[in-house]
């Protein structure tokens, strides 16, 4: 005979799950500016370099001091760094797309650079960053990521348009940490919108390890391939899409990343149906 009984996670499992604290599991806004006032900025080197795609390029950098341990970051912030070109100093924020480590013997993190057409530096990074490069990291940061949501919720549908994927695929990660070790049971839907097939990023790490917790639809809007080969959806995200296939989206929490027409868009439609405002959370992109 066996029995079950109804376990919820504590406070320090999710804390550790989410950035590898072990700090209580509601954080006040003082509380959050105090750990950003103790971070300690620190020179990275570029240990890895990865094409996602065309014009998305991976980033993963350590510490230059072996011994020194990653600051502490939620899954969905971002990174705030300082490059030199030209003896000039830029600083610019890019979003985090690896996960944090649990064990917090990982030293390393995974920024995500897109491209910019007509852009000052993006293009310049991705064509100048090497293994061995060295940059300076000022600060972790952001309030995008469900990890600081009390209680955290446990449902969520993710609003995704071209390279809003970055911050996005940081969180999937985590929620497969908490799923596969049974710690919380999440449920998923993400929507995925790209114009052209060969624009989908991190097509291997979403549906790596996906299981019944997380349900991915990607929705094409450029043309078609001719072959037959394209199976999934077509056609911009809308109301009618998204209520075809989540009926119970007015209980979620909403993540909604892209660019700024897509965000507004989508943003305008959930207030229509009377989408609980204060559950939408929203990271925008100029391009």
């Known amino acids: 005979v066996s029995t079950q009984s109804t376990w919820e996670p504590s406070a320090n499992d999710l804390r550790t799950l989410s950035h590898g604290s072990f700090s209580e599991l509601e954080v006040s806004k003082s509380e959050r500016e105090i750990n950003l006032e103790r971070f300690e900025e620190f020179q990275a080197q570029?240990?890895?370099?990865?094409?996602?795609?065309?014009?998305?390029?991976?980033?993963?950098?350590?510490?230059?001091?072996?011994?020194?341990?990653?600051?502490?970051?939620?899954?969905?912030?971002?990174?705030?760094?300082?490059?030199?070109?030209?003896?000039?100093?830029?600083?610019?924020?890019?979003?985090?797309?690896s996960a944090p480590s649990v064990s917090r013997e990982d030293t390393t993190c995974a920024i995500s650079i897109k491209r910019k057409q007509g852009g000052q530096l993006s293009g310049w990074l991705i064509d100048?960053?090497?293994?061995?490069?060295?940059?300076?990291?000022?600060?972790?940061?952001?309030?995008?990521?469900?990890?600081?949501?009390?209680?955290?919720?446990?449902?969520?549908?993710?609003?995704?348009?071209?390279?809003?994927?970055?911050?996005?695929?940081s969180i999937l990660r985590a929620m497969k940490g908490l799923s596969s070790t049974m710690l919380m049971t999440v449920d998923v839907v993400v929507f995925y919108s790209s114009r052209h097939v060969e624009d989908f990023a991190f097509n291997a790490d979403l549906e790596s390890g996906t299981d019944d917790s997380?349900?991915?639809?990607?929705?094409?809007?450029?043309?078609?391939?001719?072959?037959?080969?394209?199976?999934?959806?077509v056609g911009r995200i809308?109301?009618?899409?998204?209520?075809?296939?989540?009926?119970?989206?007015?209980?979620?929490?909403?993540?909604?990343?892209?660019?700024?027409?897509?965000?507004?868009?989508?943003?305008?439609?959930?207030?229509?149906?009377?989408?609980?405002?204060?559950?939408?959370?929203?990271?925008?992109?100029?391009?």
Not at 88 to 97: A, E, K, L, V
Not at 148 to 153: N, V, Y
């Open 46 to 97: 570029v240990v890895e370099v990865r094409q996602e795609t065309c014009d998305i390029t991976t980033f993963v950098i350590s510490p230059l001091n072996d011994d020194k341990l990653l600051p502490r970051y939620y899954a969905g912030q971002y990174a705030t760094c300082e490059f030199w070109k030209d003896d000039i100093p830029f600083t610019r924020t890019y979003s985090i797309s």
């Open 128 to 169: 100048t960053l090497t293994v061995g490069s060295k940059f300076l990291v000022k600060a972790f940061g952001g309030e995008f990521t469900p990890f600081l949501i009390t209680p955290m919720p446990k449902q969520y549908l993710m609003l995704v348009g071209g390279v809003g994927i970055t911050p996005i695929v």
């Open 214 to 233: 997380i349900t991915i639809f990607y929705t094409l809007t450029g043309q078609v391939p001719e072959d037959g080969s394209w199976t999934g959806l």
């Open 238 to 287: 809308s109301m009618d899409v998204i209520k075809a296939r989540v009926p119970d989206l007015l209980q979620r929490h909403v993540f909604l990343c892209g660019p700024e027409g897509f965000a507004d868009n989508l943003r305008a439609q959930l207030l229509a149906v009377e989408f609980p405002p204060q559950n939408i959370h929203i990271e925008r992109f100029d391009f």
